[in-house]
């Protein structure tokens, strides 16, 4: 049986259309695979006592084994079936990420990325510190929700920003008036916040896919560049020692590819702010005309 690709993410999932796309035209089988669809749609079995499974889409089995790589571009939750109790949703629920997560372990198969680099990221503040061991710059930080914390934190640094620890909203510039105690205690409560030093100077972001480093900068006229509705990308090569951290800071996070979002400040000191294991692409590609796709298509459709 001739090995196939897995491509996680829905049929309205720009980037997992795409990928299909780019391996469709090399004549490489791929699905796509929709996590939100099992188990009410499609099937995982898994034989501990041989060591084998199967995932089973639109009529075909394909045993583990049968799976060459899979290019994971979204995890949606399980769409349970309806009529469950409270309780029977709970134990469901459990029983589905825990099948599927023995799918997404399974180790004979080329993750793009792997399961432990998705979990890896969900922790953004051990990242940080991560980055830093593998001998990268990174801006003064604090995560916390201590109000005595914050505000020594915030009078000690100066300039400072704000962003949720796990992700999910756009960086700000701290305000006076949101130092109030007062304030800041009905916000705390609710949950902590990652304050980090503002750097002044520019963004980069680096795409590491296994051996090959696309950068470029990327001009906005906003802290946060995602803010900006015409970012301009400027294609720029790192240096040598930059080029080597990047390829470090992927393979030290367990990634085979990855995006990396810098600061550059105006003395040329690039400072690490996150890797992506999903990152979008496709506006990079075009803006830059980065082989991405073909670096990415490439690391699916290779043989081991």
Known sequence: MM????ILGPDNDQHALH??????????????FDSADFPTQTAISWSPHLNEGSVHIDG?????????????????????????????????RNDVCST???????????????????????VKPRQLAHAQRLGAN???????????????????????????VYGGALTREVQPNQLNPQ????????????????????NVRTYVIGQHVFSAEIAADTIDFRDDRN???RPISLSVRET???????????????????????????FFLEANPSPMFMFFEQQTGFAITEALTDMLVSKK
């Open 138 to 164: 990174i801006p003064v930080t604090l995560i916390s929700n201590n109000i005595e914390k914050i505000l020594a934190f915030c009078e000690q640094v100066g300039n400072v920003i704000y962003k949720p």
């Open 3 to 6: 090995s196939l690709s897995l």
């Open 60 to 92: 075909d089995d394909i045993p583990f084994s049968g799976i060459r790589s899979v290019f994971w571009s979204c995890l949606h939750p399980a769409k349970l079936a309806c009529g469950m109790t409270p309780e029977q949703q709970s134990i469901a």
């Open 183 to 202: 304030r800041l205690q009905l916000v705390l409560a609710m949950s902590p916040v990652t304050l980090q030093q503002f750097i002044p100077g520019t």
């Open 19 to 32: 990928i299909k796309s780019a391996c469709d035209a090399r004549n490489h089988p791929v699905l796509l």
């Open 100 to 122: 599927l997560r023995t799918f997404l372990q399974e180790p004979t198969i080329r993750w793009v990325n792997p399961w432990q680099s998705y979990q890896y990221h969900k």
């Open 231 to 233: 970012p301009v990308l």
């Open 244 to 270: 080597e951290l990047a390829i470090r800071i992927s393979r030290g996070f367990g990634m085979c590819w990855t995006a990396i979002d810098w600061r550059r400040d105006h003395d040329g000191t690039l």
